[in-house]
């Protein structure tokens, strides 16, 4: 599937998600007087859609790919501060709930592994490079392989059919 948008991208919306549940988290009453800590995983939350965006802007494969495990660092931050403040006795209250968060994180990780390791095993440059001549080459080769399919979608139909007569000739005997 073609993506037009980053908005539009599963990946961004899960890191999307991932820092609002980490800003609903960073307001417990756990978190005053503990703004260093607060700001560095808000921050790091917000980094892995920030980048993921920027990456999808930036018009070439390989730029989104660096901007993709650049994200993929700041998901690993994340789920790293997340283990941390479930080891801290100021938020034993909130371990199960910070321990619910850490599995979406996993969840962001992966997600941002497979779309990097999809895009480093493709021919496409990236939107930057989309030219005219290009476009034109992708859409000959598009235009032959359907054609190509519906000759060999013919050719099957004529080989049923002959086998068809065949048998029906070998019945008929």
Request: proline share 2%; hydrophobic share 35%; with cysteine.
């Amino acid at each position: 599937m073609k993506y037009e948008r980053f908005e539009d991208l599963p990946v961004w919306q899960a890191a999307i998600d991932l820092a609002v549940r980490i800003y609903e988290l960073t307001e417990k009453e756990n978190f005053r007087g503990r703004a260093s800590l607060r700001d560095q995983i808000e921050r790091a939350a917000v980094s892995v859609s920030n980048n993921i965006a920027e990456g999808f802007e930036r018009g070439t494969t390989q730029e989104l790919i660096s901007f993709i495990y650049i994200a993929r660092g700041s998901a690993g931050e994340v789920r790293s501060m997340l283990r941390l403040l479930c080891r801290l006795p100021a938020f034993r209250e909130l371990k199960s709930e910070i321990s619910n968060l850490i599995p979406v994180g996993e969840g962001v990780s992966r997600q941002l592994r497979g779309g990097a390791d999809s895009l480093q095993n493709s021919q496409i440059k990236g939107q930057r490079y989309l030219t005219d001549k290009v476009r034109q080459n992708w859409q000959s080769a598009r235009e032959r392989d359907e054609f190509l399919s519906e000759l060999r979608r013919i050719q099957e139909e004529n080989i049923a059919r002959t086998r068809q007569s065949n048998k029906a000739s070998d019945q008929k005997k």
